[in-house]
């Protein structure tokens, strides 16, 4: 929720024009006290979820889609990447015609200690966020070595309005 607002807003990105979902479909939680955590899916878990995301991106048709943490990198190339390796630069996804941004989620952002760390990559985020302001994706980087795209879906009932979106964010 807010925690991807305030980089989306800092960056100038009107939310109401994304896609958003999730790339895993039901979540784990962890007791913690009175609070629950939800703990990371494993890869049958974000395979479990590929078809739901296929057909979603299929059709939305976005131009460029957000890498909104390790989960989501996961799921759309099929195979464990490392974020900061990706971030920062603007991938293209193998058949799928569309680019992808990485970058950190923003649940990371909160368990950041120091404050300056903070800001950097809350500063990273509003980067990739404002990555998305350009209405095509411009000459993206190919990278032959991933194995697919594996897509996952959370907002169905809403895709009927946003069908042709430029991004989505997973």
Same mark, same amino acid.
């Given at each position: =929720?807010?925690?991807?607002?305030?980089?989306?807003?800092? +960056? !100038?990105?009107?939310? $109401?024009?994304?896609?958003?979902?999730?790339?895993?479909?039901?979540?784990?939680?962890?007791?913690? =006290?009175?609070?629950?955590?939800?703990?990371?899916?494993? +890869? !049958?878990?974000?395979? $479990?979820?590929?078809?739901?995301?296929?057909?979603?991106?299929?059709?939305?048709?976005p131009r460029v889609v957000v890498a909104l943490g390790a989960t989501a990198l996961r799921a759309l190339t099929g195979k464990p990447l490392s974020i900061n390796a990706s971030r920062g630069r603007l991938i293209e996804l193998p058949g799928a015609r569309l680019g992808m941004v990485v970058t950190v989620h923003p649940s990371y952002l909160l368990r950041i200690q120091e404050e300056r760390d903070k800001r950097r990559e809350f500063d990273l985020l509003v980067t990739a966020c404002g990555q998305l302001t350009r209405p095509q994706v411009p000459q993206v980087e190919a990278i032959d070595d991933f194995s697919g795209s594996v897509f996952h879906s959370a907002e169905w009932d809403h895709a009927q309005d946003l069908k042709g979106r430029n991004v989505a964010v997973i």
């Open positions: =929720g807010q925690g991807l607002d305030r980089p989306l807003e800092a +960056a !100038g990105r009107d939310r $109401a024009r994304l896609y958003v979902t999730n790339a895993v479909k039901h979540f784990k939680h962890e007791p913690r =006290g009175k609070r629950r955590l939800h703990k990371k899916p494993n +890869a !049958g878990e974000i395979d $479990a979820c590929e078809w739901w995301l296929d057909h979603e991106l299929r059709y939305i048709a």
